[in-house]
């Protein structure tokens, strides 16, 4: 295939997965976000870094934010949100860890493109689903001509952005300036 033609068939498979979002559980998403100060957050791979880029943003936010596998994170308790990404929903190593952070008393949501994936449906307290195409799984999904999980690791990133925007434009006393304000000035 060639560029234009990748370029236009991607747009609309990220166009289908919007679409398709269920805008009750997105508005429920990001209000729990905005409710809890105190959010912890893990994911791998490509999806992962999604998932860091979302901690960086939350962080700008004003939000205590901890990335699990950081060996500076603190203990997770009960008042305290865990927000793990699992393209296919049971990841062995991220369901142990939710696992953990649930009999600790945390807030386990689980972001998937696979919501009958065990973590997502036995462990999470809340599933965002984002409905694309992801490795392994096995819901019903926007199919994509892309390996593995790459349209589900795309609209992850820019589902997380955006929620970000949406959260600023919904809070009075938070801007874009302010949150330029939190970042890093060791560059």
């Known amino acids: 295939m060639d560029f234009k033609t990748l370029y236009k068939t991607i747009n609309k498979e990220h166009e289908q997965v919007f679409d398709k979002i269920d805008q009750n559980g997105l508005r429920e998403f990001i209000d729990t976000v905005k409710k809890y100060n105190r959010i912890f957050l893990i994911g791998v791979g490509r999806e992962g870094l999604a998932t860091r880029s979302f901690a960086m943003r939350l962080m700008h936010m004003g939000k205590e934010v901890h990335w699990i596998w950081d060996d500076t994170t603190p203990n997770i308790g009960p008042g305290d949100l865990v927000i793990a990404t699992l393209g296919d929903g049971q990841i062995g190593h991220i369901n142990y860890v939710c696992e953990r952070a649930k009999e600790a008393g945390g ?81």
């Open 107 to 187: 807030f386990i949501y689980v972001v998937t493109g696979s919501p009958s994936g065990k973590t997502a449906k036995n462990i999470a307290d809340k599933v965002l689903f984002l409905p694309a195409a992801v490795y392994r799984g096995t819901d019903e999904v926007v199919p994509s001509i892309q390996p593995m999980g790459n349209l589900f690791e795309q609209c992850l990133w820019i589902l997380f952005d955006m929620i970000i925007m949406m959260i600023v434009d919904e809070t009075p006393d938070l801007s874009f300036e302010k949150m330029s304000a939190r970042h890093r000035n060791i560059e």
